[in-house]
């Protein structure tokens, strides 16, 4: 194996021990427990990362790959039927955030006092509100949103309504189950942005 093999093999290493750890301590968790968690040293990790900022964006990032969410929403825009398309979107965000709720919701949790957890979040958020605005340039393309919506309020209002912080309101404190909310945000949002199917 060659060195850079070793190196990259370590950084994901790391990163996934220190997604699960978080997953199960919360994003204030120290540098020298994701080393433990990791076995390796803490100046490994500024070796690979940089910074705690470094790592937390490297994380955020390794878990779309792990979890391949962006080929799973990239393969929605293959479907030609827009209600099928919207909903199939709809459900393969929904069991990713089933996924990432532990560490996201901490994510947020931080933003206001750690610059850090702030940046990695809006940079996958960034990313997941681009690729709704094209979801939702491709439902208008085919007819099937409703002429009351632009685009970009669109694209805006779908990042909302379904977003982790709606996610956990509905979950947590509504205690309602994953069935149901799920069920009732694909409804709710499929009636919101689109017309009656003909």
Known sequence: MSSIQKSADTQTHILDAAWDLISKEGAEVSLQDI??????????????????GGLLMAMVKRADIRFEIEERLLS???????????????AIWIDFVLTIYPVASDLIRLRDTDESAANAWED????LRGWLKILITSLNKDGALL????????????????SVQVWGLLT???HWSAKKAAKVLAR???????KDPC
């Open 188 to 194: 709710a949002i499929t009636r919101s942005l689109l």
């Open 124 to 127: 996958r958020m960034t990313d």
């Open 147 to 162: 002429p009351a919506w632009k685009t970009q309020e669109a694209a805006d209002y779908l990042w909302v309504a379904f």
């Open 76 to 90: 929605c825009l293959q479907i030609h039927d827009p209600y099928e398309r919207l909903e199939k979107s709809i």
């Open 35 to 52: 080393a433990a968690a990791a076995g390796v040293s803490r100046q490994a990790i500024y070796l690979h990362f940089g910074s705690r």
């Open 172 to 174: 947590r404190d509504c």
